[in-house]
């Protein structure tokens, strides 16, 4: 098959995760030819409708290329999705995660849901993601030995060797950000959400150096009692908690000679960047395209990719 | 003065709390002659009508003797209660709480407000408490050098050295828990609440050996995910984990040959009791009756116990 043929439509892409859909057309050079996002996440598909919900937004892609095979990672293969995909284990590459995915078709296109990973600590402990390792085999592609730290809801930091993902851990950060925020007495002293930077750099540097998280929570609370930290400062500086006891975690825990990358959400990856500087560390912006790289990269593993063998 | 004539009632203690109200009639040599309690905590009282709220539970007392002085501990004396008194600063014994009484008369009674009490750390934070201190210094009448846990919403740490609070630390444990069970995915994994003793254990055991809290709490989503944690086991364990990181951060910083002794509740005293042992720690339980005693101690010292002298 030559190159020209190749770079026709190979796949849909699709990033589907708990609060958003992404999904990209990807042709036969692995290159995007069409995307679309929408606010379309697993917890807002009404009746559990994945079905409609994949053929509203990518119908016309669809019904254009009779058999077009749909590659789907992320909370969409869990347990509250549109099936259950067993976790796949560490370490994982593009091929161990095909060898794991389990099909589908819809309206004769065969759906390809992608497997979460597991890690299973010295401890006998598990850790889980779904989407995020996608995003870190792309993000490999580039840089195939790095410490990867994915924030948002549940950060991971992953460790990659060879493009490989050897091992991971879980933070509970945004979570954690939105319940005290949201439902103790530390939201009810913050007025406001916007950043405030002092306020975010004293709450790094505290929550990096203190071992006991929620003895340095409190603090949130007697610093604006005592006029230490102005009421429009609390909300930055608690996150500012959480970040700094997650890299405190995270770091005691990383391959020293690794360079440390900054994959997904635009505005928390500064955020990451911003707090890593406070404490010293060298935390560089990934790729911006990780997702639908590592879909690609699995295409490649799958064969739906016959023009990019080379 | 004669020990007879100073048995009848001297001062009316009065511990009010977010959410419960405590009283009792105590008399010249110190004895408590009669109690009242009501979930009438300072948040529930409405309007703001402190005062309806102490006529309702304590007229009786307060009709039959006139001038009869009342001393009150607890948040009533926070921005939220009655009035504002500012927090007295460690070290503190019940001379140097009572010089910090705020003094206000309703119906003629004296109405004499307890002061919390503020410790800035070595660093210069801040860490504060109300109604705690004066039970700690009830309970340091018979244990004069002790580290006390008063277990709870906002559970303290106190290190008391000579009867005197020389320190101590918050752990937000209880809000946290609450949070974490009403407001996240963890939360949504629990099946009820009843004390589940190996879940319980498991998770002290994993809180007290893992530095990063974040993470560790997650394994209460991955352990139950995974099969090694039963759903009904969830809520125990997650209370397991959060007291276990309790005590590491506690006891990184307690004075290592002073006698624990948990105070306060008596059901959390028996569940940090309970902890305590799995970490191989001794932990007593402290006297039952130490608010009242520490305002018996703050009323020898504002001379209301005239007969008590000796």
Same mark, same amino acid.
């Given at each position: 098959?030559t190159?020209s $043929?190749s770079?026709?439509?190979?796949f849909v892409?699709v990033d589907?995760?708990?609060?958003?859909f992404r999904?990209?057309l990807?042709?036969?050079?692995?290159s995007? *030819?069409?995307?679309?996002? =929408?606010?379309?996440?697993?917890?807002?598909?009404e009746?559990?409708?994945?079905?409609?919900?994949?053929?509203?937004?990518t119908?016309?892609?669809?019904?254009?290329? &009779?058999?077009?095979?749909?590659?789907?990672?992320?909370?969409? =293969?869990?347990?509250?999705?549109?099936?259950?995909?067993p976790? $796949?284990? +560490?370490?994982?590459?593009?091929?161990?995660? $095909?060898?794991?995915?389990?099909r589908? +078709?819809?309206?004769?296109?065969?759906l390809?849901?992608?497997?979460?990973l @597991?890690?299973?600590?010295a401890?006998?402990?598990p850790?889980? @993601?779904?989407?995020?390792?996608?995003q870190v *085999?792309g993000?490999?592609l580039a *840089? &195939?030995?790095?410490? @990867?730290?994915l &924030?948002?809801?549940?950060s991971?930091?992953v460790?990659v060797?060879?493009?490989?993902?050897?091992?991971?851990?879980?933070? @509970?950060t945004?979570e954690?950000?939105?319940a005290?925020?949201?439902?103790?007495?530390?939201?009810?002293?913050?007025?406001?959400?916007?950043?405030?930077?002092d306020?975010?750099? !004293?709450?790094?540097l505290?929550?990096? $150096?203190?071992?006991?998280?929620?003895?340095?929570?409190f603090?949130?609370? +007697?610093?604006?009692?005592?006029?230490?930290l102005?009421?429009?400062?609390?909300?930055?500086?608690?996150?500012?908690?959480?970040?700094?006891?997650?890299?405190?975690?995270?770091?005691?825990h990383?391959?020293? +000679?690794l &360079?440390?990358?900054a994959?997904?959400? !635009?505005?928390?990856?500064?955020?990451?960047?911003?707090?890593?500087?406070?404490i010293?560390?060298?935390?560089?912006?990934?790729?911006?395209?990780?997702?639908?790289?590592?879909?690609v990269?699995?295409a490649?593993? *799958?064969?739906?990719?016959p023009?990019?063998?080379?």
């Amino acid at each position: 098959m030559t190159r020209s $043929a190749s770079s026709g439509p190979a796949f849909v892409a699709v990033d589907w995760g708990t609060s958003s859909f992404r999904a990209a057309l990807v042709g036969g050079d692995g290159s995007i *030819l069409a995307e679309v996002a =929408g606010p379309d996440g697993i917890l807002k598909v009404e009746g559990g409708d994945f079905a409609g919900t994949l053929r509203r937004q990518t119908g016309a892609w669809l019904s254009a290329m &009779p058999g077009l095979p749909v590659l789907l990672s992320g909370m969409i =293969g869990s347990r509250n999705g549109w099936v259950e995909v067993p976790y $796949a284990a +560490t370490p994982a590459d593009p091929i161990s995660l $095909a060898a794991g995915i389990l099909r589908q +078709t819809l309206d004769g296109h065969p759906l390809l849901f992608v497997p979460g990973l @597991m890690h299973v600590d010295a401890h006998d402990v598990p850790d889980v @993601m779904r989407g995020e390792e996608v995003q870190v *085999l792309g993000a490999g592609l580039a *840089l &195939p030995d790095a410490e @990867m730290v994915l &924030p948002g809801t549940h950060s991971k930091w992953v460790t990659v060797r060879d493009g490989r993902i050897t091992g991971f851990r879980t933070f @509970m950060t945004g979570e954690l950000y939105a319940a005290l925020k949201g439902h103790t007495i530390l939201g009810r002293l913050a007025e406001g959400d916007a950043h405030h930077a002092d306020g975010f750099a !004293a709450g790094v540097l505290r929550g990096y $150096a203190t071992p006991a998280l929620s003895h340095a929570l409190f603090t949130a609370r +007697t610093l604006p009692l005592t006029g230490r930290l102005a009421p429009e400062a609390v909300a930055s500086y608690l996150s500012g908690l959480l970040i700094g006891a997650e890299f405190s975690g995270a770091l005691a825990h990383a391959e020293p +000679t690794l &360079p440390h990358v900054a994959i997904g959400d !635009a505005r928390l990856v500064d955020l990451y960047r911003t707090a890593a500087a406070l404490i010293g560390l060298d935390l560089h912006a990934g790729p911006h395209h990780a997702a639908v790289d590592g879909l690609v990269a699995l295409a490649r593993a *799958l064969d739906l990719l016959p023009g990019a063998a080379a």
